[in-house]
């Protein structure tokens, strides 16, 4: 299969670059890079050792057999307008797909009704805009790529996560919006909470590098245990013991010293008390209890939330 894809990307971002040059390690032919400029074009088909760099979509490498469209989102339905109107295009022996993760496969419908097969593919990992592609390099090896289309199109993303060295996850086109919305919760606001215990932290004096050292192996070990068993499982803290003094307490101290904060942990103390009665350490009782503390921690609308 690696032998007989011809690749071409079109969008020379982050994930174009990396996703390009993980195909290129791989033993695939990226045959060129598309881009809005000759110069991002450039520099990314240097990065993965593509042949082709332009600016036009007229430039396509002939012999490409799949398409990947790294653009941003909002550019993705007039990319696939456009390359279906190529003169001379024989759209039939062409797969397309996308790497947005709010899209389905219907955003490439000009390339699917000229007979191409078709497909999304978001690749489920975070491309952060102030990382070298070389330095994220590693992190897109062996991922998941939420993926929709019809038959032809599932197939061809299984082709191409194998070729990745990644698996699929089918996503209803119904439920992409709430599917990217868990990427989002899983990467931003993973990214979030790292912020929130920085502030935290300083509250307490103890400086921005300083803390991000000392609160690794806790959040570490909270990542590793829920993946090894489950959330449930690995929920420990006055929550999960039902100590509603403790947490009382925590929830004045957020209150006095770094207010801006108090919405943020009262919601997610909220959501932490679901996940105890779910795991059975906590009684309905206790649940209800620690809800009604929360409560009356909740600030109201006339409220100052702003960040401290
Ligand atoms: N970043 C992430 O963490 C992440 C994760 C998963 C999925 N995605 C998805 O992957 C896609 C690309 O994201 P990214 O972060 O790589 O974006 P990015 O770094 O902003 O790169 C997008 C590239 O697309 C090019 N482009 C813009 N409009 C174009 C057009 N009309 N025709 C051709 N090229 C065009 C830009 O070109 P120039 O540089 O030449 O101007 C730019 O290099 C998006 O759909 C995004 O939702 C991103």
Same mark, same amino acid.
């Given at each position: 299969?690696? =032998?007989?894809? &011809?690749? #071409?990307?079109?969008? $020379?971002?982050?994930?174009? *670059?990396? /996703?390009?040059?993980?195909?290129?390690?791989?033993?695939?032919?990226?045959?060129?890079?598309?881009?809005?400029?000759?110069?991002?074009?450039?520099?990314?088909?240097?990065?993965?050792?593509?042949?082709?760099?332009?600016?036009?979509?007229?430039?396509?490498?002939?012999?490409?057999?799949?398409?990947? +469209?790294?653009?941003? @989102?909002?550019?993705?339905?007039?990319?696939?307008?456009?390359?279906?109107? /190529?003169?001379?295009?024989?759209?039939?022996?062409?797969?397309?797909?996308?790497?947005?993760?709010?899209?389905?496969? &219907?955003?490439?419908?000009?390339?699917?009704?000229?007979?191409?097969?078709?497909?999304?593919? @978001?690749?489920? =990992?975070?491309?952060?805009?102030?990382?070298?592609?070389?330095? +994220?390099?590693?992190?897109?090896?062996?991922?998941?790529?939420?993926?929709?289309?019809?038959?032809?199109?599932?197939?061809?993303?299984?082709?191409?996560?194998?070729? !990745?060295?990644?698996?699929?996850?089918?996503?209803?086109?119904? =439920?992409?919006?709430?599917? @990217?919305?868990?990427?989002?919760?899983?990467?931003? @606001?993973?990214? #979030?909470?790292?912020?929130?215990?920085?502030?935290?932290?300083?509250?307490?004096?103890?400086?921005?590098?300083?803390?991000?050292?000392?609160?690794?192996? +806790?959040? =570490?070990? *909270?990542?590793?245990?829920?993946?090894?068993? *489950?959330?449930? $499982? &690995? !929920?420990?803290?006055?929550?999960?013991?039902?100590? +509603? $003094?403790?947490?009382?307490?925590?929830?004045?101290?957020?209150?006095?010293?770094?207010?801006? !904060?108090?919405?943020?942990?009262?919601?997610?103390?909220?959501?932490?008390?679901?996940?105890? /009665?779910?795991?059975?350490?906590?009684?309905? $009782?206790?649940?209800?209890?620690?809800?009604?503390? !929360?409560?009356?921690?909740?600030? *109201?609308?006339?409220?100052?939330?702003?960040?401290?």
């Amino acid at each position: 299969m690696r =032998q007989h894809l &011809a690749v #071409t990307i079109i969008g $020379a971002g982050r994930v174009g *670059s990396v /996703l390009g040059r993980v195909l290129a390690e791989e033993g695939v032919r990226v045959l060129g890079v598309l881009s809005r400029t000759r110069r991002s074009a450039r520099t990314a088909a240097r990065f993965i050792g593509a042949r082709v760099a332009s600016d036009r979509l007229a430039d396509l490498p002939p012999k490409t057999s799949l398409v990947f +469209i790294a653009t941003p @989102h909002d550019a993705i339905a007039d990319v696939a307008r456009e390359l279906a109107s /190529l003169p001379g295009l024989d759209a039939r022996r062409l797969a397309v797909c996308h790497a947005s993760g709010m899209h389905t496969a &219907a955003v490439l419908e000009p390339l699917r009704a000229a007979g191409a097969t078709v497909f999304s593919f @978001h690749p489920l =990992q975070t491309f952060p805009r102030d990382f070298h592609p070389r330095e +994220i390099l590693p992190t897109a090896r062996g991922i998941v790529y939420g993926v929709d289309g019809d038959r032809r199109g599932v197939a061809a993303a299984r082709r191409l996560a194998r070729a !990745l060295r990644g698996r699929v996850v089918l996503v209803p086109p119904g =439920q992409r919006e709430l599917y @990217h919305a868990a990427c989002v919760v899983a990467s931003n @606001h993973l990214t #979030t909470v790292l912020a929130v215990v920085e502030s935290m932290a300083a509250c307490c004096g103890i400086p921005e590098g300083v803390a991000r050292r000392a609160f690794s192996p +806790i959040l =570490q070990a *909270s990542l590793a245990n829920a993946r090894r068993t *489950s959330p449930a $499982a &690995a !929920l420990s803290g006055p929550i999960a013991r039902g100590g +509603i $003094a403790t947490v009382a307490a925590h929830l004045e101290a957020v209150r006095r010293e770094i207010p801006g !904060l108090l919405p943020y942990y009262v919601a997610v103390s909220a959501e932490t008390v679901r996940l105890a /009665l779910r795991k059975g350490s906590i009684t309905g $009782a206790q649940a209800a209890a620690l809800q009604e503390l !929360l409560m009356t921690f909740q600030p *109201s609308p006339t409220q100052n939330t702003r960040t401290p």
